[in-house]
């Protein structure tokens, strides 16, 4: 199962569209053995929590998945993310085999 947090963007072919944090952490730990990749957004409208706040519940609640992907348009969200996975990466706090990638919406799904 593949997981894609976006409030505008389609969802792309053979993935599972989430609107929300909250949304995304039901589904995700409904079916966390069975999921494969989240892809992140980070801008999900000014009254809601950020794809920045999904990443700092995963770190603090020490989850797995395969493969995380980041394509928000907000680059600095992007780097924020990436940087905060790779620490808890390199201090044991989320396993290393984690895989992150920056990647762009739509030529990085199809």
Known sequence: ??????????????WTLVSNVQELEEVFLKNKNAVTHISLDNSLGWKYPQGKTFVDDFINNQWYVDNIWLHSSDFMAVEYMDEQLKIAKESNVISSDIKVKIVSYPEDFE
């Open 1 to 14: 199962m593949k997981l894609f947090l976006d409030d505008i963007r389609s969802v792309p072919d053979g």
